[in-house]
């Protein structure tokens, strides 16, 4: 008998032109004065004006923080929270990537708490409720919509991450047609990085289930069979619709079956050196699907026929066979694989394997041990 939780948002709007009736979503969850967070270079592209207009035109008085920042530190949440305070918000609407989305689910908790952002981090630490929210993805790879955390940059280099129910939203809105503009080299690193959610969920070590599990092949049907196409066409609004399915299922199985060494090893590269975290993920997964294959090889080979190729029922063979596939996924999304193209000197490996050690929230789900001499051979073998 399988025994287990999972936590998701209570509702799921996916449909084309779900963005344009956040009015009226607006209107059930009692926000009158919602404040959107977003990044400034998606609020350049006029992609939120009419979304704007629609809930002016409702009555609603909307007010924008655009200042997020990739990664973003803990200043950033610091400002929004005052501006949301001084704006007098009663709800929050986070609108973009996964760095908009974390920062709006921590908004809406210090809208109504009177605490510090610093109080939040870790595990169940958040007091109290929060401001109605509702979070709106404009990339198709965090997952971040559906998922009970949130990371914010600490520091010069480090990450801490908020993980609590409380940070799961009232609505997780999905339009297909905000993703059309991505640019071909962004849709390829989220689209990994949903595609990493899916496989670490599958393989993690703590809180895996049968629901889990079940998103996690699904999500990974869906990108595998949607990501080269969306690179390379990207406005085929049907494979983008797809990719944006995928990745609200990857975050939905992460979310109950926590990620791993992946993500571990991918945080200290976005850290230091301000790589995406899509791409961070990217440059690291082949080489840790290689370091636990030892361990994890009979999920992998499960997970074959996911990415569209016949299991062999051979599992060592299936195994390099779907580690094979998504190297060859990576390299047709055309998106860099050695950390030495990217800038990164060889004297800095030792530095990021210890600082990958440091997220022990993470290498404990991992289904091999993971080291700090596996984490230096690890980025070696990615050099």
């Not at 006029?46 to 704007?52: A, F, K, M, T």
């Not at 895996?208 to 599990?213: E, H, P, Q, T, V």
């Not at 092949?217 to 995928?246: D, P």
């Not at 926590?258 to 993920?281: D, E, Q, R, T």
């Amino acid at each position: 008998m399988h025994h287990f939780e999972f936590a998701s948002a209570p509702r799921i709007v996916c449909k084309p032109g779900a963005s344009m009736e956040l009015a009226a979503h607006c209107a059930i969850l009692g926000i009158r004065r919602p404040l959107l967070v977003t990044d400034a270079p998606l609020l350049a592209t006029g992609l939120l004006d009419p979304v704007i207009a629609s809930l002016e035109a409702a009555g609603l008085a909307a007010q924008v923080f655009s200042d997020v920042q990739p990664d973003p530190p803990e200043a950033v949440v610091v400002d929004c929270a005052q501006q949301a305070r001084a704006c007098g918000a009663d709800g929050v609407i986070g609108f973009g990537g996964g760095s908009s989305l974390d920062v709006a689910k921590l908004i809406a908790v210090m809208l109504r708490s009177s605490g510090v952002l610093s109080d939040y981090f870790g595990v169940d630490q958040i007091v109290g409720q929060r401001a109605p929210l509702v979070l709106v993805p404009t990339t198709a790879g965090t997952g971040s919509e559906v998922t009970p955390i949130s990371i914010i940059t600490t520091g010069e280099s480090t990450k801490a991450g908020v993980v609590s129910p409380k940070l799961l939203p009232d609505l997780a809105v999905l339009d297909a047609g905000l993703t059309l503009g991505l640019p071909p080299a962004v849709t390829a690193a989220t689209g990994i990085d949903a595609m990493v959610h899916a496989i670490e969920a599958f393989t993690s070590l703590h809180r895996k289930n049968a629901y889990s599990d079940m998103l996690a092949r699904e999500a990974l049907s869906l990108l595998s069979a949607n990501l080269v196409e969306v690179v390379h066409n990207g406005g085929n609004r049907e494979a983008r619709s797809h990719m944006l399915l995928g990745s609200m299922l990857a975050g939905q199985a992460f979310a109950n079956a926590p990620v791993a060494a992946v993500h571990a090893l991918a945080y200290p590269l976005g850290g230091h050196y301000h790589i995406s975290h899509g791409l961070s993920n990217s440059l690291v997964l082949p080489h840790v699907l290689r370091f636990n294959a030892p361990q994890a090889a009979a999920r992998y080979a499960e997970l074959l026929p996911c990415i569209g190729v016949a299991a062999s029922g051979d599992v060592a063979a299936d195994c390099a066979t779907f580690i094979a596939c998504i190297d060859a996924l990576i390299e047709a999304v055309q998106l860099p694989v050695r950390l030495r193209d990217l800038g990164i000197a060889e004297a800095d490996l030792p530095m990021l394997a210890e600082d990958a050690m440091q997220q022990q929230r993470l290498l404990v789900n991992n289904p091999r041990p993971v080291t700090q001499d596996d984490a230096l051979s690890i980025y070696r073998q990615a050099y």
